[in-house]
């Protein structure tokens, strides 16, 4: 014979009713934890994306630029001492003293080579290797203006579209420039300082001479000469 269910009374009821909401009462517990669980991973998400977002290797491009789009500078600040002038140890300084970035690779927005000559007394003073560079292997930076050799090709190689200026190369060179002086060199007794680009002199500030696409700078300190014959043109390499 069948037996029918029959509805609960009494204690069992209670202790029923009593099961029912400890039951929907664990329900609901579960549902706020997770809640509070997601509430609280929200920042800690938020907070993981903005310090990848901030981390230096993601905001360096954005700051190489940034840096890159004020005017080039028209003073050469530097020490006032008698050449021959190495580069400088410390070439991260440097370059900071010229107003330029520290780059992890070469630029390849704004490519351009210029030709510097540096004569004292009609003397050749040497423009030394790696200006502009970090040879330290362990950081390898380099100025978006640098030399590689002793030739005297000044390399432009920008992640910006930029002009840069004669004076930014001597402040990264750390040789004073103006019109009176190249380093301790200064103008007087009949010497002057001079700047003559692709054969034609200038006039004013030399440091804030802009460089151009195989421009031919000489710098030149000594009294002038009749019939002197001043750089004018380079013969660059195959492909600068």
């Known amino acids: 014979m069948a037996v029918r269910n029959r509805p609960l009374t009494g204690k069992a009821s209670r202790d029923g009713r009593k099961v029912i909401a400890q039951a929907q009462?664990?329900?609901?517990?579960?549902?706020?934890?997770?809640?509070?669980?997601?509430?609280?991973?929200?920042p800690i998400v938020a907070i993981v994306v903005i310090s990848i977002v901030?981390?230096?290797?993601?905001?360096?491009?954005?700051?190489?630029?940034?840096s890159l789009q004020k005017p080039p500078a028209t003073v050469a600040v530097g020490a006032d001492t008698m050449p021959p002038w190495p580069a400088p140890a410390d070439a991260k300084a440097a370059v900071a003293a010229a107003g330029l970035p520290m780059l992890g690779s070469e630029g390849a927005v704004e490519h351009i080579h210029a030709h510097l000559d540096?004569?004292?007394?009609?003397?050749?003073?040497?423009?030394?290797?790696?200006?502009?560079?970090?040879?330290?292997?362990?950081?390898?930076?380099?100025?978006?203006?640098?030399?590689?050799d002793e030739t005297g090709v000044i390399h432009v190689e920008s992640p910006v579209k930029r002009q840069f200026?004669?004076?930014?190369?001597?402040?990264?060179?750390?040789v004073s420039l103006s019109a009176d002086n190249i380093g301790a060199l200064r103008a007087g007794g009949g010497k002057l300082v001079r700047v003559v680009v692709n054969g034609t002199p200038q006039t004013g500030n030399p440091a804030a001479i802009t460089l151009g696409p195989?421009?031919?700078?000489?710098?030149?300190?000594?009294?002038?000469?009749?019939?002197?014959t001043l750089p004018s043109k380079y013969d660059f390499g195959e492909g600068e």
């Open 25 to 42: 009462s664990s329900r609901r517990s579960g549902w706020l934890w997770l809640a509070a669980g997601v509430v609280v991973a929200a």
């Open 54 to 66: 901030k981390s230096p290797a993601t905001r360096a491009p954005e700051t190489e630029s940034a």
């Open 118 to 148: 540096v004569l004292l007394d009609g003397k050749p003073v040497p423009v030394p290797r790696d200006v502009g560079i970090d040879t330290d292997t362990r950081r390898g930076t380099i100025s978006p203006l640098h030399t590689h």
């Open 165 to 174: 200026s004669l004076g930014e190369f001597f402040s990264e060179w750390q």
């Open 214 to 228: 195989h421009d031919e700078v000489a710098v030149v300190y000594g009294t002038p000469q009749p019939g002197e």
